[in-house]
């Protein structure tokens, strides 16, 4: 009897930790695209974890960096846990912005850049957060612009294969 309530209450032990992990998925993933070699990815990462810290949203930072090979992969790794590896496909290798995603949906609801303040990153993905099911759009836009839209994706083969 005593090594049935034991087991017992691990079971119950192990449920109480599990359902906050599961209740602290977060709403959006901003996904950092960055490189140590590009001046607007160190503007950006001063201003994102700030943007962040005051947004009030529940959002998670997945950074993608390209500055070497090893991290690299550790980015890869990060879009594969979280199941966005569309996203990471997309725009590898273009640093500077940070894309917003719906982390049910894994859609791009925008993007941010470091043309904007950490207050106005703030705004912009409480906004973006706030929709937490938007649809993907992209433009032409410029990574260095004060524009939500994202840039145009990285690695598409022209001739479509």
Known sequence: MKRLSTIFAAALVTTAFAVPAFAA??????????????????????ELSTALAIAGVNAEEVVIDTST?????????EAFDRD?????????????????????????????NSAFSASEMAEKIRQMAAISEGSAYLSRASITTKTTKCPTAHNVDPAGL
């Not at 998925?25 to 001063?46: C, E, I, M």
């Not at 090979?69 to 790794?77: F, I, T, V, Y």
Request: aromatic fraction near 10%; include cysteine; charged fraction near 20%.
């Open 25 to 46: 998925s977060p709403d959006v993933y901003v996904v950092n695209f960055r490189n140590a070699q590009d001046t607007n990815s160190a503007k950006l990462d001063g």
């Open 69 to 77: 090979a090893a991290k690299w992969e550790k980015g890869a790794h």
């Open 84 to 112: 966005i590896v569309p996203v990471f496909n997309q725009w590898v290798g273009l640093p500077g912005f940070a894309a917003v995603v719906d982390a049910n949906s894994k859609k791009v609801i925008g993007c941010v």
